[in-house]
């Protein structure tokens, strides 16, 4: 009987063809996947994915991701990386993989504020309490310790208001207390500003946090057109215990965000740079108009913080948040926002694009000193500085229509 020769459709998806090994380039290869393909029963039985030395399931890893991962660890100063859809996943994931009902979480009350609202929502559902407390105060904070405290969130520099903590200071507190694990959004840093796992030295050792969290949506990205988080640690055990929350919670990534996070990643000193380079320059010139009451930027003098920025960082990001003098209303300051033509309203940081967004204060702050009057954070570009200033300039003009 004469053998039947496949259908078009069978040689299509199983062909024999297999590139040549050995091909390099400027960009490592993308692969993308769900299913992995085994050799046999007994490499399907064998197959590890926890110590990255094979693969078993596109959640697991991939070549890309793996890449992606090592790279960010060496960015980080740290040994062992995961990655998440988004940094909010990231922060969740911390929480979610080392607390239980009956534990509590301290946050900086000047904290991303999906981060103080999990708090709030999930974290309180399931019995885990939480409390708030002033990162430029590290005696507030060793008031607050107890057996029941599992976890302390760090934030350098503060969102929206950009004070910079005491992280020394907040550390060494922390450590005084070997069952609470510190954890850092490291996120304007970018793993740039300064090293999260060594800004201290304690006889002669090197000390820093046990995980830095980054939204590698800002800064790794540069785009402004991905979300994605990570998780990075210097403690296998630690990195075991949120790889296993990490797999169970079947967080992943889609290859394309990998191909576009790490496409960014060798420019990002270079852009890091250009941003804190313009922002210094807009920030001392927010400093000559009258209109504010208070210019925001942990390199300036003045900003809340900025001796324990000088101790700690040597670089400043590219955000910085103006308060109007209470002789404007918010509705004056929204018609400044509405009348800027280069700057463009959006939430993010980190871009090449520059942003502003107002902030309500009172509703977001339980703690410490609140700016009076209506914040404005602004996000710097890659636009041409002068430019910028000039736009700045230009939409004031709206504040006394």
């Not at 078993?56 to 960010?72: A, D, K």
């Not at 399931?126 to 590290?138: E, K, V």
């Not at 850092?184 to 304690?202: H, K, P, Q, R």
Request: with cysteine; glycine share 8%; charged share 20%.
């Amino acid at each position: 009987m004469k053998q039947r020769k496949t259908a078009p459709s069978t040689d299509l998806i199983h062909h024999a063809y297999e590139p040549p090994v050995g091909f390099k380039s400027v960009v490592p290869g993308i692969h993308k996947a769900s299913t992995v393909i085994f050799d046999n029963t007994v490499a399907l039985r064998a197959r590890q994915w926890k110590d990255k030395t094979g693969y078993t399931y596109g959640l697991h890893g991939t070549p890309s991701t793996f890449t992606l991962e090592e790279r960010l660890a060496t960015l980080e100063g740290g040994v062992q990386t995961l990655l998440a859809p988004s940094g909010l996943a990231a922060l969740a994931m911390v929480d979610m993989a080392l607390l239980h009902a009956d534990d509590e979480v301290l946050i900086p009350d000047n904290a991303y504020g999906p981060n103080k609202d999990l708090a709030r929502g999930e974290l309180a559902h399931w019995g885990i309490t939480h409390q708030f407390y002033d990162p430029l105060r590290a005696d507030e904070l060793a008031s607050l310790i107890t057996p029941r405290t599992k976890l302390i969130w760090l934030e350098a520099a503060g969102s929206v208001t950009l004070e910079f903590p005491d992280l020394i200071g907040l550390l060494r507190v922390a450590r005084q207390h070997p069952h609470v694990i510190v954890a850092l959004d490291n996120t304007w840093g970018a793993g740039l500003a300064f090293d999260a796992f060594s800004f201290d030295e304690v006889g002669k050792q090197a000390q820093g946090v046990d995980i830095s969290v980054h939204a590698l949506t800002k800064y790794p990205s540069g785009g402004a057109d991905v979300l994605m988080g990570s998780i990075t640690t210097r403690d296998e055990a630690l990195h075991l215990k949120l790889k296993m929350t990490h797999m169970r919670m079947g967080l992943g990534v889609g290859g394309n965000d990998v191909e576009a996070v790490l496409r960014g990643l060798p420019t990002l000193p270079l852009r890091y740079a250009a941003h804190d380079a313009a922002t210094r320059q807009i920030a001392r010139w927010w400093q000559t108009r009258p209109e504010v009451s208070q210019v925001l930027h942990p390199a300036l003098p003045e900003s809340p913080g900025h001796a324990h920025w000088a101790q700690t960082c040597s670089a400043a990001g590219g955000l910085v948040s103006v308060v109007f003098d209470e002789r404007y209303n918010p509705a004056q300051v929204d018609a400044f926002i509405d009348a800027l033509r280069l700057f463009k309203i959006g939430y993010s940081w980190g871009g090449p694009v520059s942003l502003a967004v107002p902030y309500h204060l009172p509703s977001m702050r339980t703690v410490g000193d609140v700016p009076r009057g209506t914040l404005v954070r602004l996000a710097i570009g890659l636009e041409d500085t002068q430019d910028l200033i000039d736009d700045l300039a230009q939409a004031l003009t709206a504040l006394t229509v």
